[in-house]
């Protein structure tokens, strides 16, 4: 079995050795640049951190026992997103209590507002004018008796008793016209003020409520990555205690400690190549946002951030928080330098290397791609600084290049700016 099985590696092997090369397939099309010289400050290479723009660790406004915790260490929460919730229900019940009693003042308010009824009016003015006419009745009717006791034809007490109803008539129609008028003006201006107020005071109590149940739901303050966990379900947590940890990473900072000697030539917003050691196949441009004017008294250097934005995957950010990073930061006097597209560097090799096209004598179109291993320095928009065995004018591969190997043959399909961007046209070199 042992020998079977070496002797079909032997014949892969001799297989793909017989097959062409790449380079014998014709020559690779390709978009080129050239090698332009300007003017750059040096650069010095300062090791730093890759930390997180924001981050937030997470405690409880109120105490109570963890009901949910739905999120766990490395998943991408929302804004506002909830990590945990608490028990909330007997807050609950008070809640649905304070609301029915608020609906209760509301209406009692409402009543007021809207003031007396018609059909209510129309009946306190018909109780005013019933007792209207039993009062003129009644005067009347003392008015008679009193001709009759002028006359000695009806006793003292009979007389007293009519006297008594008539007396009796007027009060009760002085009420009922009393009673008409109030209707008709509806209730008092103190009387929906303090309606008013009992409102407010059972709003303020529904509110204290329901903002004790938003206390009860703690919620993510920004777009980001949980990195810790605190609690667990079933867990009480007092007020102030911690929860969660949530950090952001649309962007990062690469903090860097830079020596006194080299700060005063930091610029903010000054662009900035990073390498990052564990992606060694990607150069990252960032920017100068921060310059700490505090320095590390034993050590005598200044805390600078340099910002990027990172890449998010599908398998989480491609920048992690904590990554080793090298911040190349021009620090030196300015010098000329040979400037290449970054879209030129090779990388994932043991160097950074570019293929430079030498033309052919008779068609200018037709070349062969030389590889070149370069130093990187600094970088100057979408160009980058390069050190190696090139000359300025000359082309490099920019499009096409990943795909090269030295000596290949290839043909130059559109001539590019030096800084174009990756859907940029070819530009007119027939003059």
């Keep these: 079995m042992r020998i079977a ?4 590696v032997v014949i892969c092997a001799m297989i793909m050795a017989a097959q062409p090369l790449p380079a014998q397939r014709g020559p690779a099309n390709v978009d080129v640049a050239k090698i332009v010289e300007r003017e750059v400050a040096s650069g010095q290479t300062f090791v730093g951190t890759v930390m997180p723009i924001k981050r937030s660790v997470i ?42 009693t608020l609906d209760l003042r509301k209406e009692e308010l409402n009543e007021l507002v809207n003031g007396t009824r018609p059909d209510e009016i129309k009946r306190a003015k018909a109780l005013m004018m019933a007792a209207k006419a039993d009062s003129e009745y009644q005067q ?63 709003q303020a ?14 919620i993510s303050p ?43 030539h930091v610029q903010l917003k000054s662009e900035v190549r990073v390498e990052i050691p564990a992606i060694p196949n990607q150069v990252f441009t960032g920017e100068v946002v921060m310059i700490v004017p505090q320095a590390d008294i034993r050590a005598r250097t200044f805390p600078v951030k340099v910002r990027l934005k990172n890449e998010i995957r599908k398998d989480g950010p491609l920048l992690k928080s904590g990554m080793l990073a090298r911040a190349v930061l021009p620090t ?53 600084q390069v050190k190696g065995d090139l000359e300025s004018g000359g082309y490099v591969v ?11 043959d290839v043909m130059i399909s559109n001539v590019l700016e030096p800084d174009a961007l990756p859907t940029a046209k070819a530009i007119n070199t027939d003059g």
């Design 5 to 8: 099985t070496s002797l079909a």
């Design 59 to 100: 405690g409880s406004a109120v105490g109570g026992r963890v009901a949910e915790f739905p999120v766990n260490e490395g998943d991408f929460v929302r804004a506002r997103q909830p990590l945990a919730q608490l028990l909330t229900n007997t807050i609950n019940l008070e809640l649905d209590s304070e609301k029915a």
């Design 140 to 202: 009347k009717r003392l008015k008679r008796l009193e001709s009759l006791y002028a006359r000695k034809a009806v006793n003292d007490d009979d007389i007293q008793a009519v006297v008594s109803e008539s007396i009796r008539a007027e009060e009760m129609f002085s009420e009922a016209e009393a009673a008409y008028k109030l209707a008709v003006e509806g209730p008092r201006k103190e009387q929906i003020a303090q309606a008013k107020a009992r409102v407010a005071v059972q």
């Design 205 to 218: 109590l529904v509110d204290k409520l329901e903002s004790q149940v938003v206390k009860h739901t703690i």
């Design 222 to 264: 920004f777009d980001g990555y949980v990195v810790a966990e605190h609690t667990e379900v079933g867990q009480w947590v007092n007020s102030g205690e911690l929860v969660a940890e949530v950090i952001a990473l649309d962007h990062v900072d690469v903090s860097v400690q830079v020596l006194e000697n080299h700060v005063p």
């Design 332 to 384: 030196g006097p300015r010098l000329k330098a040979l400037m290449v597209s970054k879209d030129a560097l090779v990388l994932g090799g043991p160097t950074p290397m570019i293929y430079v096209v030498e033309p052919g004598k008779k068609n200018s179109k037709l070349g062969k791609a030389r590889a070149v291993p370069v130093q990187v320095g600094v970088a100057d928009g979408r160009l980058i």
């Design 398 to 408: 920019i499009r096409g290049n990943e795909r090269l190997h030295p000596g290949q």
